[in-house]
């Protein structure tokens, strides 16, 4: 049984096909080849999370932020770069072989390690912490990743460890309630300030854990950097 087949029996795709993706046109945009495993999972899946926590770059993403050809992946390599340069949180690796291809709800990043870069099927997957310098790295594809992760074979030290205390489920991707603006990234932001903005607009955030993705996100665009 492939990797895709054991993710798919444990978290069902939705029941609506998603829309067809120009692959060719997404690899041009992006100038660069990607694993045939992430153009299944996401041809099969669409735009959405994994156990309401591991969000996956798609090429119809709903928002800049989630859209695998929008601004994200370079301005998260450009404050990775800025990290490495000044020995603040340095990355294991150059961020130029770091490619955004997903995020969590607490904030960590999920990315390709793009080397070599013109064997992305051999591409492996490196996590950062959300708030802090420690990296953990998968010598695999991202969908071995992700069912290695929701199968509980593999613990990444960066995940909560109630991760799989709840049904594991994929949830497609809605449309934001609140505008768009593209802005820069930043660096990290304390928790408590998020959620004092966001009680004060009318967010619903718990007193503690993880902020929801959509208001960070939300946070965010009313604070460009």
Known sequence: MTNLSTL???????????????????????????PEDYKLLASRYGPGRFADYIGVQHPHGVTPYSTLTGPRPSQVRAYLQDDYDHSTYPAPYDPHHLFLIGSTDNGEYLFWITDPEDAPDTWRIAVNEARGPQWFTYDGTLTAFLTSVLTGTIRVP????????????????????????????????????????????????????????????????????
């Open 158 to 225: 960066q995940f909560p460890d109630t991760l799989l205390h709840q049904q594991v489920r994929f949830i497609p991707a809605a449309p934001p309630s609140y505008e768009i603006r593209e802005t820069p990234t930043r660096g990290s932001i304390d928790t408590e300030t998020i959620r004092n903005w966001a009680r004060a607009n009318g967010f619903s955030v718990p007193p503690a854990g993880r902020i929801p993705r959509e208001v960070r996100e939300a946070w965010e665009q009313a604070h460009p950097v």
């Open 8 to 34: 798919t029996r444990l978290c069902p795709p939705p029941r609506t096909q998603p829309a067809s993706i120009n692959w060719d046109h997404v690899e041009n945009e992006l100038g660069m080849r990607l």
